[in-house]
Structures are given as C-alpha cells and as structure tokens.
C-alpha cells in the first residue's frame, strides 16, 4: 500500500476535498436568507418555539463560511490535517442530517448541499454515498502520513 | 504529530466571525431575530393583533393541509391548503373577494404554507395577512379554537 502515501496522491485528495467545500459554499454565502429556510426543513436546529428562529438562522449564516474556510485551508495545505478533520466532523453531522430526514419521512426537497436555488437534488440515498465517499477521503488526509519527498528532489535544490 | 484541537476550534470560530460580518455588512444578509420565510412585502400580526380582527369580522384562512383542518382550526376559518390550493381557491373566490381584512395561518414555525397562500391570494389581487408564529401562537394564548370540519 505505500502507492497511498504517495505525495502526489495526497496532495490530490486534499485538493480535490477542499475544491468540494469551497464550491459548496458559494452559493450559500451569496443567498444566506435562503439557505435558512432549507436549514429550517431539517427540523434539527429549529425554528422551534422553546428555540425560536435565531439557532437555524446563526447556523444558516455560519454554516457556508466553515464549509469556505476549510476548503480553502485544505487548498493551500495550512493547518490541512485539522482542517480535514474538521471537513470529517461536518459530513458525520451532514450524513445524520440526512439520515434523520430520511427516517423520519420529511420532505426536505432541496438538500442544500451546493446550491439552495432551482430544483435541487432532495435528500436520499446517493446523497448518502457521496457523503460517505467525501468523508473516505478527509479521513485519508487525517490519518496517512504522504512520504517525504525523494532524495532526487531534494537533490535538485540547488545548495546556497 | 497530533492534531491540534484549539486549531479546529480557531477554524470554527473564524469562519463564524466572517459569517456574522457578512450577514450584517454585505447587504445580502438577513435579520437573524426574523423568521427566513418572511420576504418583502409580506405582512405579519401576532395572536392578540388577530384575536381583535377575528373578533372585527376578519375571515381566517387555513393553509394546513386540511386533515389538520378538519382536526381543529380557528372559529369561522376556511380551509385553504397551500398543497391543494388552486382547487380550494376556485371553491371560495367569490367570498375572498368581497372580504376586505383576511388572515392567513399553518402550522407555525417551520411552516411556509401561510406565507405562500398570502403571497398566492396577493398575486390574484386579494391583499392577505400572516398570524405569525400560526397555530401555535394561538392556541399557546388560549384564545378558541372549533373542532370537526365545519368553519
């Protein structure tokens, strides 16, 4: 297996899952109101009325922007294993998101996962796989350590 | 070498930052105290604000689906279910179109149904109000609510 800990590969797959969130948030961070009132479709943050609008509002709002910074980090390789950890840590919660509304029979319509105008794609079991498949790689860069760079490259620095 | 945790929680806390800023500073954010369904244009009246209007004459229209009508609903409502609303309204048009003061209602919350009925009824010509909150605001107040089909 150490074509796994291949650099290029890993650089890759940190890459290609940031270049997923950072797309994920355009939308959402350009229509914020909008995306509320998907958020309010998942019934788990509310609005509710011990809770009232404000959680699923503050989460509507914030929400994109986690999604944007993380990408970006994992772009650019800054803080990229935490950043991958946290990209893990949103898409358990996204894929319990979707499990529950999938369970409890609700209608979400619109999952809001890269764009919260139009028809969007509701929330169902290719949702599920995808997730499950963008979590298999931010657990990769979490957890496989990419070799260091050959001596032949290092080699090439030219000495000062 | 670990993962950091405090870095994590810098992440979150960064992005939360530039989210609140935006929402207040960009000119596309929203009021947070303010329920994502309202749009511009739309009116709202809280429970005692729609009590005084029911007790003025005000019709009330129900935009649950109308198994939930048929449960219980606001004395004198009409049910017009935002999921069959075409068919429903075709039934009432002429009674919504010589009442001057109607207040539309669902579930409460997580309900959109009452904003698209009044936008509907709007588009028609027919001015129409939301009972914020909807059915629960009312009940919650203790003001009277009639059961079984019937308005």
Excluded at chain 1, 104 to 118: L, S, W
Excluded at chain 1, 121 to 135: N, Q
Excluded at chain 2, 71 to 92: C, T, V, Y
Aim: with cysteine.
């Amino acid at each position: 297996m150490r074509w796994l800990r291949h650099p290029a590969l890993y650089w890759l797959v940190s890459i290609g899952l940031g270049a997923v969130f950072v797309y994920a948030s355009f939308d959402k961070i350009a229509h914020p109101q909008d995306f509320a009132r998907i958020v309010y479709r998942y019934r788990l943050a509310g609005p509710t009325a011990g809770l009232g609008v404000v959680p699923a509002n503050v989460l509507a709002v914030v929400l994109p922007w986690i999604e944007g910074v993380t990408g970006v980090l994992l772009i650019t390789g800054l803080w990229r294993r935490e950043a991958a950890a946290l990209a893990g840590g949103m898409l358990v919660t996204f894929l319990a998101a979707v499990s529950y509304v999938l369970w409890q029979g609700i209608d979400v319509a619109h999952c809001g996962c890269f764009t919260v105008g139009g028809e969007g794609r509701g929330a169902g079991w290719t949702l599920i796989a995808s997730d499950l498949g963008l979590l298999l790689a931010a657990a990769y860069v979490v957890l496989v350590r990419p070799q260091a760079p050959s001596p032949v490259t290092s080699a090439a620095v030219p000495a000062s | 070498m670990p993962l950091r945790p405090l870095r994590i929680v810098l992440i979150v806390a960064g992005a939360a930052v530039l989210g609140l800023c935006w929402n207040g500073l960009s000119g596309r954010g929203f009021a947070l105290t303010q329920n994502a369904y309202l749009q511009e244009g739309d009116v709202e009246v809280d429970a005692a604000e729609a009590r005084t209007r029911l007790d003025q004459g005000a019709l009330f229209l129900d935009a649950r689906p109308v198994a939930f009508y048929e449960m219980s609903h606001i004395p004198g409502a009409m049910p017009l279910p935002e999921d069959d609303f075409d068919r429903a309204f075709a039934k009432i048009e002429p009674r919504l179109r010589s009442t001057f003061d109607i207040v539309v209602y669902c579930s409460g919350f997580g309900c959109e149904a009452s904003h698209l009925v009044a936008r509907r009824l709007k588009e028609r010509g027919i001015p129409a109000i939301v009972l914020a909150e909807g059915w629960p605001a009312w009940t919650d107040a203790g003001y009277p609510v009639k059961e079984g089909p019937r308005p």
